[in-house]
């Protein structure tokens, strides 16, 4: 294998098959645990993430006291800051388990609400841009779209270490999703959206990553990334903003919201409306879901 492009994105997920051994692995494994059982062997992981990663704890505990409006030695923050930790190890267990399940399985364990949206971005036939956050589980948001027959490009960073990139994009790859780092992913999307395919972003990037646009989340000014707005602007493909929720029982609810539709004429300045129609709604959910968001990355400057 040419080592010089042993982590190109694009070239894993076209070479790989049927994938790096720890997904073929994972795939093979997955129905052999049952999901119950996973669920609770993660949890303790969760805790221990809680409890020895210093630097995401210490940014989960700054977002939660903005969002619930408290002092960073609240109670009820420091129970917010650890949830999101234990969610997200259950966010881990699915991401493996996922791979072992079949369509009706992922249909018994989903309910969708406003699938129709899906059907009014499509009728405009540009395309679709999805847009996420770092909440819930994106595996059964993903499998939704996938359902519905959609090829997918999706925008990332790079993960570390290596394996876990590779673990990734095999994953993704056998849902039907193309993994492109951010920083060169534009002609790519614009290309998928004239196939009148779907490109998907997530907002929460967080401050450090810096660029974006200036946008009030939860009373206070933050940056999101703009580039489903610019993305939006250039296309003229609408905006599909959902999350996938955790319920009991190892159950989900899919939310989507209306499509958002701009013409291509629009000015650059109407980035920033669109990016807070996308804040409001990542809000609402994050009020209706608080220990579902994964806040470890810092979201308003100090």
Request: aromatic residues 10%; positive net charge.
């Amino acid at each position: 294998m040419n080592g010089g492009r042993r982590h190109d994105p694009e070239f894993l997920a076209e070479s790989w098959l049927p994938g790096p051994w720890g997904y073929v692995l994972n795939r093979a494994a997955a129905p052999l645990v049952p999901f119950a059982l996973a669920r609770k062997i993660a949890l303790p992981w969760g805790d221990f993430a809680y409890a020895t990663r210093r630097r995401p704890r210490e940014a989960a505990l700054r977002n939660y006291a903005r969002v619930l409006g408290r002092t960073i030695d609240d109670p009820f923050v420091e129970r917010a800051a650890r949830a999101s930790f234990r969610h997200f190890a259950l966010y881990i267990a699915e991401m493996l388990h996922v791979q072992g399940w079949d369509t009706r399985t992922v249909l018994e364990r989903i309910e969708i609400e406003g699938e129709e949206h899906f059907e009014e971005a499509e009728a405009l036939g540009k395309g679709v841009i999805f847009v996420s956050a770092h909440m819930g589980s994106a595996e059964v948001v993903a499998a939704v779209a996938v359902l519905r027959g959609y090829k997918i490009t999706a925008v990332t960073e790079r993960l570390r270490p290596d394996f876990v990139m590779d673990w990734a994009i095999a994953c993704r790859a056998a849902m039907g999703i193309r993994l492109l780092p951010v920083e060169r992913a534009g002609i790519s999307l614009l290309r998928s959206l004239r196939r009148k395919e779907m490109v998907a972003f997530v907002i929460d990037a967080g401050i450090e990553r810096g660029g974006g646009v200036p946008t009030t989340f939860f009373g206070r000014e933050t940056v999101f990334p703009d580039g489903p707005a610019r993305l939006a602007r250039l296309s003229g493909a609408p905006i599909v903003f959902a999350v996938a929720a955790r319920l009991p029982g190892g159950r989900f609810r899919a939310h989507i919201e209306p499509p958002m539709c701009f013409d291509g004429s629009r000015s650059p300045e109407g980035d920033a409306r669109c990016l807070t129609q996308l804040a409001s709604a990542f809000e609402r959910y994050v009020r209706r879901y608080p220990g579902q968001w994964y806040a470890f990355r810092e979201m308003w400057p100090d």
